[in-house]
């Protein structure tokens, strides 16, 4: 009887999860271990080779890939899922051991980048640098834009205290705003250089809206003050003895 008792409380024991197994490469149920086991025991060094790079990696000798993984982040930039572990030419899963699989100090092991996570590096690169030559074409834009700007704001002081400034310097100015429109126009962008040009584009506007506005106050610079041109005029004066009547005489 105490012998039942004694395997029934080792059964209870496995029940409430003092005891965790897990199922290893091959079908082999083993007791789980945690880290803290792992890098209680011995260490091991892994020569790591990636590309034209070799890496010496320093790891609990019962580590698994996915540990191994891990540790190469820092030295590669690869996060674990960007990676592929081979040993002795064959792709090792997260879950499998090292030394379960044969790995021992001084052995060697390939990384290689997952293709899928390597074109979409690739791709990100190429937006980046679509995104920066879009930038640099809508900086050189601005540059020539903001000295557009300065003549447009110096002619505007000028119509405003009720000088009159040549028409054709006006028209000239709205002609090189409207190419500058039509440079920004013409340049792909994406991302932020897509808001940048964007901006540039309602800036040109502002600066043709100002031009037209300055051309028809240039046309009648007293229009500031309410009255217009014709009120200007003075009516012709009699004398006061005159006396002004609507007969009219017919001539033959």
Do not use: Y
Request: glycine content about 6%; aromatic content about 4%; overall charge neutral.
């Amino acid at each position: 009887m105490k012998r039942f008792s004694s395997s029934k409380r080792a059964v209870n024991n496995v029940v409430k999860g003092e005891i965790k197994w897990e199922l290893r490469p091959g079908g082999m149920l083993v007791q789980k271990r945690d880290m803290g086991d792992a890098s209680s025991g011995p260490m091991i060094k892994i020569k790591v080779s990636h590309g034209s790079f070799h890496h010496d990696i320093t790891v609990p000798a019962q580590s698994t890939f996915g540990d191994l993984k891990k540790v190469l982040v820092q030295e590669t930039g690869l996060e674990p899922k960007e990676q592929r572990l081979l040993f002795q030419g064959k792709e090792k899963d997260d879950e499998e051991c090292l030394h379960m699989v044969g790995v021992k100090d001084m052995s060697k092991v390939v990384l290689l980048e997952d293709p899928a996570s390597k074109e979409r590096k690739l791709e990100e690169m190429k937006r980046n640098q679509s995104v920066l030559k879009a930038c640099e074409e809508v900086a050189k834009v601005r540059a020539e834009v903001v000295q557009l700007s300065d003549k447009v704001n110096a002619l505007e002081g000028i119509v405003h205290g009720g000088t009159k400034v040549d028409e054709k310097e006006l028209l000239g100015l709205t002609e090189l705003l409207m190419v500058q429109l039509l440079q920004l126009d013409t340049i792909e962008a994406n991302g932020e250089a897509k808001l940048q040009r964007r901006a540039e584009v309602r800036r040109v506007q502002r600066l043709v809206d100002t031009l037209d506005n300055m051309k028809a106050r240039n046309s009648n610079p007293f229009s500031s003050s309410g009255k217009s041109e014709a009120f200007e005029c003075a009516s012709p004066s009699f004398p006061s003895s005159t006396r002004i009547t609507h007969d009219w005489e017919v001539f033959d």
